[in-house]
């Protein structure tokens, strides 16, 4: 005799219709995907054989010369500036641009301060050497003083450790102790008290952390080249840079 167990709950019924209409759009959604893919490789296939004018390579050296010189004499002009009264040590600094219009020198700079793609960003430690990179990449970059909401959000939300050279989401302790143990630092919550209080051991958590990859949200804007004080995009934004943090977190 089979005992039916009278307090069982009756399985939710899903109609047919349902059933069908989630196998169209998760097939609509297969194709979908394949095709986007198939245009990708298409383009950067066409774009290995595109024919370049000689006036477009003319422009590219122009721009990208012109960008050296500008660099020179945005350096020059902080030299004869009185010392900048900075109001944090903590700077968190964002690639805004591409590589259009780049000089080597500055892609170099940019490559040592990890900032190798796009809305990547990383923390940094305020002082005359760090200021000097920025100052020569400022129309590539932006920054500011981060606030200690937005650091424990980066942290939480899109933190990852350097393993291997490799990146690993900060999502167990036991990772965190393991590179950073020696250093008293064991779980999450450290690192975020190094990096928002710029700590004695920051330039080892700073390295340790990953780029942190930000949002791109929808329709965002390319940014220009002009300073955030005169009206751009680039540059120094001080505190207001947690707005800018808040809309690509």
């Given at each position: 005799?089979?005992m039916?167990?009278?307090?069982?709950?009756?399985?939710?019924?899903?109609?047919?219709?349902?059933?069908?209409k989630?196998?169209?759009n998760?097939?609509?959604?297969?194709?979908?995907?394949?095709?986007?893919d198939?245009?990708?490789?298409?383009?950067?296939?066409n774009?290995?054989?595109?024919?370049?004018?000689p006036?477009?390579?003319?422009?590219?050296?122009?721009?990208k010369?012109?960008d050296?010189v500008?660099?020179?004499r945005?350096?020059?002009?902080?030299?004869?500036?009185?010392?900048?009264d900075?109001?944090?040590?903590?700077?968190f600094?964002?690639?805004t641009r591409?590589?259009?219009?780049?000089?080597?020198?500055?892609?170099k700079v940019?490559?040592?301060?990890?900032?190798?793609?796009?809305?990547?960003?990383?923390?940094?430690?305020a002082?005359?050497?760090?200021?000097?990179?920025?100052?020569?990449?400022?129309?590539?970059?932006?920054?500011g003083?981060?606030?200690?909401?937005?650091?424990?959000?980066?942290?939480?939300?899109?933190?990852?450790?350097?393993?291997?050279?490799?990146?690993?989401?900060?999502?167990?302790?036991?990772?965190?102790?393991?590179?950073?143990?020696?250093?008293?630092?064991?779980?999450?919550?450290?690192?975020?008290?190094?990096?928002?209080?710029?700590?004695?051991?920051?330039?080892?958590?700073?390295?340790?952390?990953?780029?942190?990859?930000?949002?791109?949200?929808?329709?965002?804007?390319?940014?220009?080249?002009?300073?955030?004080?005169?009206?751009?995009?680039?540059?120094?934004?001080e505190?207001?840079?947690?707005?800018?943090?808040e809309?690509?977190?």
């Amino acid at each position: 005799m089979v005992m039916v167990d009278e307090d069982a709950k009756p399985l939710n019924y899903v109609h047919e219709t349902v059933l069908r209409k989630r196998k169209v759009n998760e097939e609509w959604a297969i194709k979908k995907r394949e095709r986007v893919d198939a245009k990708k490789r298409r383009y950067a296939e066409n774009k290995k054989f595109a024919i370049k004018r000689p006036e477009q390579f003319v422009k590219e050296y122009r721009d990208k010369e012109l960008d050296r010189v500008r660099a020179r004499r945005r350096l020059l002009k902080l030299r004869k500036l009185p010392a900048i009264d900075l109001k944090s040590n903590l700077l968190f600094v964002i690639r805004t641009r591409g590589k259009n219009d780049m000089s080597p020198q500055t892609g170099k700079v940019l490559r040592r301060l990890r900032l190798r793609h796009i809305l990547s960003g990383v923390f940094l430690r305020a002082n005359d050497s760090v200021l000097r990179m920025l100052t020569s990449v400022e129309p590539f970059i932006t920054y500011g003083y981060p606030n200690l909401k937005n650091v424990r959000e980066l942290v939480y939300k899109k933190g990852c450790g350097m393993i291997d050279k490799q990146p690993v989401p900060l999502t167990d302790n036991n990772v965190i102790e393991q590179a950073l143990g020696k250093y008293g630092i064991i779980c999450i919550e450290d690192i975020v008290h190094q990096i928002a209080t710029v700590g004695p051991h920051f330039k080892t958590v700073a390295s340790f952390l990953w780029p942190f990859k930000l949002k791109r949200p929808e329709r965002f804007p390319t940014m220009k080249k002009k300073p955030y004080k005169n009206g751009g995009d680039s540059g120094n934004r001080e505190e207001h840079i947690n707005e800018f943090i808040e809309m690509l977190n």
